[in-house]
């Protein structure tokens, strides 16, 4: 009998516990916009860089109860871009798209991609990595560098605007 009251605890422990995390768990989002100019050349890479991305994590982190030193991982949960301009234009100029990311004092890291753009694709949702972030997103900003395939000449200027949802996962009562 003793077992079994045991084992019932311990599920219940467990269950409690999952939900616990879930109250350390949190998202954090960054919006932020970068210009394809014109091009002549059709299936050659070229890169562009977003302005610095302040994180405010001191901030975030605080308003969802924790703190920096309390911080367990931070991965992307997804990246999604549209194109602001010019207005009901679509992604089919696209060939390929890599995102890395870049911070102060760390190297650049692959955090998104997508190949083989299907035309007509107006909302690009891209395939994420499950790379741990928490030490770019610490930072008090980071800079996105897009690497880019054309597989058409472009005859104007698209703005592009990336939506990111960053999956935040801190320690529990730190501990």
């Known amino acids: 009998m003793k077992k079994i009251a045991l084992v019932f605890i311990f599920i219940a422990l467990l269950f409690s516990c999952k939900k616990i995390d879930k109250l350390t768990q949190f998202d954090m989002d960054y919006d932020s916009s970068v210009t394809v100019e014109s091009t002549f050349g059709v299936n050659i890479p070229f890169n562009i860089y977003t302005p610095d991305i302040s994180t405010s994590s001191e901030s975030t982190f605080e308003s969802n109860d924790t703190r920096k030193d309390l911080i367990e991982s931070i991965n992307l949960k997804s990246m999604t871009m549209t194109i602001s301009d010019p207005s009901g234009d679509d992604f089919s100029f696209l060939k390929s798209i890599e995102i890395y990311i ?74």
Do not use: M, Q, R
């Open 102 to 175: 870049s911070a102060d004092g760390l190297s650049d890291i692959k955090i998104a991609s997508k190949d083989n753009i299907p035309d007509n694709t107006t909302e690009l949702k891209l395939d994420v990595s499950n790379t741990d972030l928490k030490e770019y997103i610490k930072k008090d900003s980071f800079k996105l560098k897009i690497t880019t395939t054309t597989d058409e000449v472009l005859t104007h200027d698209y703005t592009i605007d990336i939506h990111s949802v960053f999956f935040v996962d801190a320690k529990i009562l730190g501990v």
